[in-house]
């Protein structure tokens, strides 16, 4: 069976620093990856979404960044954290178009 | 652009009753899938339901079941008998046939009053 992992769960960082989080699937290959953010209370926001090896598709001009260096493998990373950044991020994954999507446990970032 | 409207921020429901949470979306497609998801206070999101549009009939799972309404652009989520593990966030889903991406609505916080 195919399952999902992302870390840490909960992540507090200064403004300015940098930021990585990871996220790797199992049990299936070529996945589509999804990194989704949820401002507290409010609903998904996507940020980047991956459909291949070093393919990455940006959402939201931000101050975020997206990587896949592996086929099940996704990461999120900044140089420099605002504030703004503070929220809920999930990852998430599926076999293809028209596919159910499945989620990651998600890490509450919290920038000081 | 696809948007996906939840008009109910809040909804609530007495336990063992029947609650319908709506939603309502904009598309020009004719081919697409439509979702419901719970997230509850574990912030885990969970798969509840899913609609085919070229599926007639009401897709049901278990107590939780749709009134798909394709020229209404109408997707509402029936939940029967209420349970407090009901209580969550409920999230409705678009995604164009074709399409990498969904799109979600805004939520609608269900709280289960025993």
């Known amino acids: 069976s195919q399952t999902i992992h992302q870390w840490p769960a909960t992540l507090v960082q200064p403004v300015g620093s940098p930021l990585s989080l990871e996220c790797t699937v199992e049990g299936t290959s070529n996945p589509n990856l999804y990194w989704y953010r949820q401002a507290a209370g409010r609903g998904l926001q996507l940020l980047f979404y991956s459909v291949g090896i070093g393919q990455i598709s940006s959402e939201v001009p931000q101050n975020l960044s997206a990587s896949r260096p592996q086929d099940r493998q996704f990461i999120l990373s900044s140089k420099k954290l605002l504030l703004s950044d503070s929220g809920f991020y999930l990852c998430a994954w599926r076999r293809g178009q028209d596919e159910k999507l499945f989620f990651g446990s998600g890490t509450q970032l919290s920038v000081l | 652009a696809q948007t996906v409207t939840q008009s109910q921020p809040e909804m609530s429901v007495q336990e063992a009753e029947t609650v319908t949470l709506s939603c309502t979306y904009d598309?020009?497609?004719?081919?697409?899938?439509l979702f419901w998801y719970k997230q509850p206070p574990s912030r885990q999101m969970i798969l509840v339901i899913r609609?085919?549009?070229?599926?007639?009939q009401n897709a049901t799972e278990n107590r939780f079941s749709v009134n798909f309404q394709k020229a209404a652009k109408s997707f509402s989520l029936k939940i029967s008998d209420s349970q407090l593990g009901d209580a969550a966030m409920y999230f409705c889903a678009y995604d164009n046939f074709g399409n990498e991406k969904l799109t979600f609505g805004t939520g609608t916080r269900l709280t289960i009053i025993p």
């Open positions: 609609q085919e549009a070229y599926k007639q």
């Open positions: 598309t020009s497609e004719s081919d697409y899938y």
